[in-house]
């Protein structure tokens, strides 16, 4: 099985590769981004801040947002070379006011938006769904299905009036699989996996697309990893691929290695998926549990 599973590996990355070689989508895809102002949802860290840096080194308009005001200022700073406007608008995304706020702010910024990358989400760590704490679970459900709900609507209400823009969800390689011990946050991935790719159905009789991302593990401090390496993309390196992959499918695993596994676990059966699966679950939960407790010590230290 082991070499079964690196022989379609190394076949499928040397396919990939030379897909690669010969075709970027990169072009094809800004010209899709018909307005010059886009707005990137949970902008202060991770993902959302490479969206953030990927735009404004493209020469367009950010409007960034997230809770953490500090954090947004920094990163606005650290891309003043680019010469773009970057606007940074706190919000939290918990809430309606949060919500109703970002949407207005938008529509009265009095541009056209070209895209709008709804990011922001948070995970927890893994365990059964027996002892996980109710505050903790309705947390997620609020943020990534109610208010994200909201906010694919009222923005795609506005993109129908524009008759254009990309409305792109980060959701999750773990929103097609089903992912034991992250169950919660695996389901709310698929109903915005399901919820995107109807709603693009619908969209393209008006010009406006639809596409929700799905990466398997990014280094990012919701995974507590800050280097990249095989199997943990780097957020950057993520963002590249998103753009210069095809926009075909409204699903996407833009990093090759994400498509490659997803592609091995759903041609396994959903008997050995889920065993295999839920046995990373469980590793993962041991390394975060050990990364966890290093980073407190050391924060204890620096105390
Ligand atoms: N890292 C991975 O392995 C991975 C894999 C697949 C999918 N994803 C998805 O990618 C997205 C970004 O995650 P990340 O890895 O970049 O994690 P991250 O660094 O923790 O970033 C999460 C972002 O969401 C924002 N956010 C969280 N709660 C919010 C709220 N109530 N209101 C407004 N903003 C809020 C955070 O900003 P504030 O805290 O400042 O509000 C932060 O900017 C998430 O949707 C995540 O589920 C991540
Ligand atoms: C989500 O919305 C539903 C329907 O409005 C509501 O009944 C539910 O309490 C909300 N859930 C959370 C976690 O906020
Ligand atoms: C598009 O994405 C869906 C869901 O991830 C997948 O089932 C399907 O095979 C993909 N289609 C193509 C052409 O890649």
Not at 64 to 91: D, G, W, Y
Not at 198 to 219: D, F, H, M, R, T
Request: glycine share 4%; net charge positive; aromatic share 10%.
């Amino acid at each position: 099985m082991q070499n079964k599973v690196i022989a379609i590996s190394v076949t499928i990355t040397i396919l990939m590769v030379l897909r690669k070689i010969f075709k970027s989508h990169e072009k094809m895809n800004l010209k899709l981004i018909e307005h010059k102002t886009v707005v990137v949802t949970g902008a202060s860290s991770g993902i959302g801040a490479s969206y953030v840096k990927y735009f404004a080194e493209h020469g367009f308009d950010v409007i960034m947002t997230a809770r953490r005001q500090k954090n947004m200022e920094e990163i606005k700073e650290s891309l003043k070379h680019c010469n773009v406007k970057i606007t940074v608008f706190p919000s939290d995304l918990q809430t309606d006011e949060g919500v109703n706020s970002l949407v207005k702010f938008v529509r009265d910024y009095n541009q056209p938006i070209g895209a709008f990358v709804s990011n922001a989400g948070i995970a927890y760590f893994p365990v059964d769904f027996t002892d996980s704490p109710r505050e903790e679970y309705t947390k997620i459900i609020n943020l990534h299905v109610n208010k994200t709900t909201d906010l694919i609507q009222k923005i795609g209400q506005l993109f129908k009036e524009q008759k254009s823009g990309v409305f792109v969800q980060v959701a999750s390689g773990l929103g097609i699989v089903n992912y034991p011990m992250l169950q919660i946050y695996s389901a709310t991935k698929a109903y915005l996996v399901s919820l995107i790719r109807s709603v693009n159905q619908e969209a393209k009789a008006y010009g406006v697309k639809y596409i929700a991302v799905c990466p398997l593990w990014v280094a990012t401090p919701m995974t507590y990893t800050s280097k990249s390496n095989f199997f943990f993309a780097s957020s950057d390196r993520l963002v590249k691929d998103f753009f210069c992959g095809s926009w075909a499918n409204s699903s996407i695993s833009p990093y090759w290695v994400h498509r490659a596994l997803l592609k091995i676990w759903l041609s396994m059966s959903e008997k050995r998926r889920m065993e295999h699966v839920h046995g990373q679950a469980k590793e993962a939960q041991k390394r975060l549990a050990r990364k966890k407790a290093s980073l407190e010590a050391e924060a204890r230290k620096q105390q």
